[in-house]
């Protein structure tokens, strides 16, 4: 299972927020590129790199600190957030990610997702599905739908997605334990990678993902609020 930690950018700033919640951010770090440094001087190969700013906004708007980190690290980056039009895509790759997660897009735009995934490939495009109350949720999760997860990511499946990224937005933040009933159906309903996201607190709940068929897990304020080590995530690197 790949070992994703995650930095979320919010006024150029490293911060976490609890439930995608913009006002219950903590900031951490004033320089994203730093702590992405740490991350690869432990033996960190991947990162999840969020563009809060962007994800409530009409396009990306911390480019500059993806160029920064894929300038200066050797980090395979997923990028997301404010990712609307192919252009916004092509600069993203541009500037150094090597994936990108897309949610709103899948939601708001299904033809031009689906044509995206056809033009840069099922191995750079990442389904995000993060969901309140099994409904997906969008734009930096401030829009509810009514959409069933299940059936969204099935849909996608179809059309030959292979990564999905799934959030459970009670979850993330909470360091309370991951969604492993979410998890658990999405994997017995679904043929997919799937990289959980969100709650994540201890070895164990890697353990349980990793156990549970879970091609990833991102862990994020575990790290920043010393649950977990990166000396400690350096020994499953």
Request: glycine letters at 10%; charged letters at 20%.
């Amino acid at each position: 299972m790949r070992i994703i930690p995650a930095i979320d950018i919010l006024d150029g700033k490293c911060v976490r927020l609890s439930r995608g919640d913009y006002h219950s951010q903590s900031v951490y770090r004033n320089d994203p590129v730093e702590v992405a440094l740490e991350f690869q001087d432990h033996g960190i190969q991947f990162l999840h790199l969020v563009d809060l700013d962007g994800a409530k906004s009409s396009c990306p708007q911390n480019l500059s600190v993806l160029s920064r980190i894929a300038t200066k690290t050797q980090l395979k980056i997923d990028f997301s957030g404010g990712l609307k039009t192919k252009e916004d895509l092509i600069i993203a790759f541009d500037n150094g990610a090597n994936q990108v997660t897309l949610g709103s897009m899948a939601v708001k735009s299904p033809d031009l997702f689906l044509d995206c995934l056809n033009q840069f490939g099922t191995d750079r495009i990442i389904l995000g599905a993060d969901a309140r109350d099994g409904k997906i949720a969008t734009d930096g999760w401030l829009h509810a739908t009514d959409i069933d997860i299940l059936d969204f990511i099935g849909h996608y499946v179809s059309a030959g997605i292979q990564y999905v990224l799934s959030t459970d937005i009670s979850k993330d933040g909470m360091l309370q334990g991951c969604a492993t009933d979410l998890y658990a159906d999405i994997l017995g309903t679904h043929n997919l990678n799937l990289i959980a996201s969100g709650g994540i607190r201890s070895f164990d709940d890697l353990n349980e993902l990793k156990g549970m068929g879970c091609e990833g897990a991102i862990i994020g304020k575990a790290i920043y609020e010393g649950y977990i080590t990166l000396h400690e995530l350096s020994q499953l690197c």
